[in-house]
Nanobody, 126 residues
C-alpha cells in the first residue's frame, strides 16, 4: 500500500499561481501512475491531470490545459501540480491519486485509481 499526502493549497487571487505537492510513503518501491482530481462544493469529483510512472506521458483536462503542469520526482516520491493563471472556477478540494501500473494510457476516471490523499483546499478569489 501507499499513503498520499497533499500540500500547498491555499487562498490566491485570480491570475495567481500555486504549486501543490503529493508525497507518497509506504510501498514506494512500486511503480505508480498518478493523477490529480478536484471537487468543488455540490459537484462531482473531476479529472484534472495524469502522469505515467515514468513521467514521460501526461494528460490534462481541457479546462486546465495550458495553465496547469504535472510533474514528478520519483527520487523524492513526490508529484507536483503547478497551477498558473488561476481562475475562480478552479476553486475546489484537490486530491492526488495513485494506481500501481506501468500504463502510459491516461487514466481519467476516479475509479481507475486505488489510493487517494485527503485533499487540499484551493480557493481562488475574483
Amino acid at each position: 500500500q501507499v499513503q498520499l499526502v497533499e500540500s500547498g493549497g491555499g487562498l490566491v487571487q485570480a491570475g495567481g499561481s500555486l504549486r501543490l505537492s503529493c508525497a507518497a510513503s509506504g510501498r514506494t518501491d512500486r511503480t505508480y501512475a498518478m493523477g490529480w482530481f478536484r471537487q468543488a462544493p455540490g459537484k462531482d469529483r473531476e479529472f484534472v491531470t495524469f502522469i505515467s510512472w515514468s513521467g514521460v506521458f501526461t494528460n490534462y483536462a481541457d479546462s486546465v490545459k495550458g495553465r496547469f503542469t504535472i510533474s514528478r520526482d520519483n527520487a523524492k516520491n513526490t508529484v507536483y501540480l503547478q497551477m498558473n493563471s488561476l481562475k475562480p472556477e478552479d476553486t475546489a478540494v484537490y486530491y492526488c491519486a495513485a494506481r500501481e501500473t506501468r500504463t502510459n494510457v491516461p487514466m481519467t476516471q476516479a475509479h481507475e485509481y486505488d489510493y487517494w490523499g485527503q485533499g487540499t483546499q484551493v480557493t481562488v478569489s475574483s
